[in-house]
């Protein structure tokens, strides 16, 4: 797993692109501190200013597209094809990916945070509290978020093998968009009444889109929350070494 790590991490960071989705996500994290903050006077807390400034909703897009974009490269152009060939490589791609994700979706969102928070500072913003451990779980949160996006997105490059980076910009969009969820929302309610209000109460509050719009609106995170976010992303992360360990690689 180690070398594989090193090689998406070399590959990553080698390329021009990552500094531009870097330089773009922290400009438009500045862009909306800047036209915004005299009018957030009812922000008490400094991760309501974060949900005002969308933080979340920024980077779950940009990382999970890009990242997807980035994951799927692996089996369209055959850049890591020769680093899956020992016993176990293939499975251990799946770990050295979800280890990417996560450190490039914390990262990024430690990233939006620093900026929004230096801009609203410098722009005057109204004085907020600072909760260390109320940001360390929000911080937590999101990040479980985007690794599930990004890694559920991957599975479905992996799984159409005709073009993989279409399939995972389209997975992504649709996760990270919460278009997905809309449909689901709307189609639950063309159902029987009992099966569709069961759906609307019980299946769609358990999403990644519902969690991702509970952060947004500032609701007290709750431990279900970290749990759900962990869940996906260790089955997503699962599937794909399974899916990985059985496919033919071109």
């Given at each position: 797993?180690?070398?594989?790590?090193?090689?998406?991490?070399?590959?990553?960071?080698?390329?021009?692109?990552?500094?531009?989705?870097?330089?773009?996500?922290?400009?438009?994290?500045?862009?909306?501190?800047?036209?915004?903050?005299?009018?957030?006077?009812?922000?008490?807390?400094?991760?309501?200013?974060?949900?005002?400034?969308?933080?979340?909703?920024?980077c779950g897009p940009f990382v999970g597209l890009f990242l997807a974009a980035f994951f799927a490269d692996d089996f369209q152009q055959g850049t890591?094809?020769?680093?899956?060939?020992?016993?176990?490589?293939?499975?251990?791609?799946?770990?050295?990916?979800?280890?990417?994700?996560?450190?490039?979706?914390?990262?990024?969102?430690?990233?939006?945070?620093?900026?929004?928070?230096?801009?609203?500072?410098?722009?005057?913003?109204?004085?907020?509290?600072?909760?260390?451990?109320?940001?360390?779980?929000?911080?937590?949160?999101?990040?479980?978020?985007?690794?599930?996006?990004?890694?559920?997105?991957?599975?479905?490059?992996?799984?159409?093998?005709?073009?993989?980076?279409?399939?995972?910009?389209?997975?992504?969009?649709?996760?990270?968009?919460?278009?997905?969820?809309?449909?689901?929302?709307?189609?639950?309610?063309?159902?029987?009444?009992?099966?569709?209000?069961?759906?609307?109460?019980e299946v769609l509050p358990l999403s990644l889109t519902q969690i991702r719009l509970n952060l947004l609106n500032g609701l007290p995170i709750e431990?279900?929350?970290?749990?759900?976010?962990?869940?996906?992303?260790?089955?997503?992360?699962?599937?794909?070494?399974?899916v990985m360990a059985r496919r033919e690689l071109r």
């Amino acid at each position: 797993m180690a070398n594989l790590f090193r090689a998406q991490w070399y590959r990553l960071f080698c390329r021009p692109s990552t500094a531009i989705l870097l330089l773009v996500m922290a400009a438009l994290a500045g862009l909306v501190a800047v036209q915004f903050t005299a009018s957030w006077t009812d922000c008490h807390t400094f991760r309501a200013v974060l949900g005002r400034a969308s933080v979340v909703e920024v980077c779950g897009p940009f990382v999970g597209l890009f990242l997807a974009a980035f994951f799927a490269d692996d089996f369209q152009q055959g850049t890591v094809r020769s680093l899956m060939v020992g016993k176990g490589s293939r499975r251990a791609w799946g770990s050295a990916a979800l280890v990417l994700a996560v450190l490039v979706a914390a990262g990024a969102l430690l990233m939006e945070a620093v900026v929004t928070g230096v801009v609203y500072g410098a722009m005057g913003g109204a004085p907020v509290a600072f909760d260390g451990r109320e940001l360390a779980l929000w911080w937590l949160t999101a990040t479980l978020l985007i690794t599930a996006f990004t890694m559920l997105a991957t599975l479905a490059a992996i799984l159409v093998p005709v073009n993989p980076p279409a399939a995972a910009i389209i997975a992504a969009t649709l996760l990270t968009s919460g278009l997905g969820f809309w449909f689901c929302q709307s189609a639950a309610l063309s159902l029987p009444s009992p099966v569709g209000a069961f759906v609307e109460q019980e299946v769609l509050p358990l999403s990644l889109t519902q969690i991702r719009l509970n952060l947004l609106n500032g609701l007290p995170i709750e431990v279900w929350w970290l749990a759900d976010g962990a869940l996906v992303t260790a089955a997503a992360t699962v599937a794909i070494m399974v899916v990985m360990a059985r496919r033919e690689l071109r």
